[in-house]
């Protein structure tokens, strides 16, 4: 089994060197590092190059004519890796030194799984740790695991980045295409392990709820993100199933794929009945406060909040502006 890493690079010569030091110091090297540079006006490259003189391991630095965006980017460094494993990297975090070790155990072990996501420690900019990790964030929100989302964290088999590919474009993350319609075919499974430091700093591009440094759990979130009109989001949402819905068929027809069928049709069921209950939800939160309660309260007891959160999302839409 060969492993390979796939970074993107955009001016990154504030943190750069220390991830790649880190992968040095893997207790199993990688077979090789692709990093694809988006147009960096700093010193990265040079950075990199320094490094590849160095590395025990063959290093590919692509530079884009164009700037593709983080998404795009990802994309292309993932189409040049030649390993049966690609981890993804960012540019900025630190990675404990037995992360390809235990990847390649995962994978070894369980080989219907296309995509393992391991947990990490949230860190300041000098990786400082906050005292909680990604997972542990998430689920004091009261998020399923299926809601945390890391690219960072995600090592993915190349045949199925070639199964999904390429991206749909102007889709807002290149993470959770992969990791969702992994998600709808039975093929993603979670290390416990927090296997990283993800370092939180003024230039993240990833800003969620899950990726914010507070502490706190489902209230805190309420406040900070909750209590806002929703309905440009969820519009948007609908959007991004039909691209899953989509490409789900698309694989199912493919008849000769590692993925339980039965799987992949429940998941398209349940993609079309949580477009149609965000449909509902952009017309209940349209209503006037006073009667959106009551119309809530029914559409929640209708089990209308099964797909999302329960009685949390409820309570949201019943204070919504």
Wanted: charged share 25%; net charge neutral.
């Amino acid at each position: 089994m060969k492993i390979s890493i796939a970074m993107t690079s955009y001016n990154g010569e504030k943190f750069i060197k220390e991830q790649l030091e880190s992968f040095v110091s893997q207790t199993r090297l990688p077979d090789e590092l692709v990093i694809a540079d988006d147009g960096s006006t700093d010193s990265t490259e040079e950075i990199v190059k320094r490094f590849s003189l160095l590395a025990p391991f063959p290093v590919i630095f692509h530079r884009n004519a164009t700037n593709l965006g983080f998404v795009k980017n990802f994309e292309k460094a993932m189409s040049l890796c030649q390993g049966d494993i690609i981890c993804l990297s960012d540019q900025d975090d630190v990675w404990d030194k037995s992360k390809l070790s235990v990847v390649e155990q995962c994978f070894s072990e369980s080989p219907q799984t296309q995509i393992f996501i391991n947990d990490q420690l949230v860190c300041d900019g000098d990786l400082v740790s906050y005292g909680f990790t990604s997972f542990e964030k998430a689920r004091s929100l009261g998020l399923g695991d299926d809601w945390v989302i890391y690219g960072c964290c995600s090592s993915v088999r190349k045949s199925f980045f070639e199964l999904v590919s390429p991206f749909p474009d102007d889709f807002p993350g290149h993470d959770t295409w992969l990791n969702k319609l992994a998600i709808y075919m039975g093929g993603r499974r979670i290390v416990e392990q927090p296997l990283q430091k993800y370092r939180r700093h003024d230039d993240n591009t990833s800003t969620t709820v899950v990726s914010d440094s507070g502490g706190g759990g489902f209230f805190h979130a309420l406040r900070k993100y909750g209590i806002s009109d929703s309905r440009d989001q969820w519009n948007a949402e609908i959007g991004y199933l039909k691209l899953y819905r989509e490409r789900l068929l698309e694989v199912a027809n493919l008849g000769d794929i590692n993925a339980d069928l039965r799987v992949v049709n429940g998941s398209v069921w349940h993609i079309e009945k949580r477009a149609e209950l965000l449909g509902k939800r952009i017309k209940l939160v349209g209503r006037n406060r006073f009667l959106r309660f009551l119309h809530v309260s029914l559409f929640w007891l209708q089990g209308g909040y099964r797909y999302s959160q329960g009685w949390k999302s409820a309570a949201k839409d019943m204070i919504r502006p």
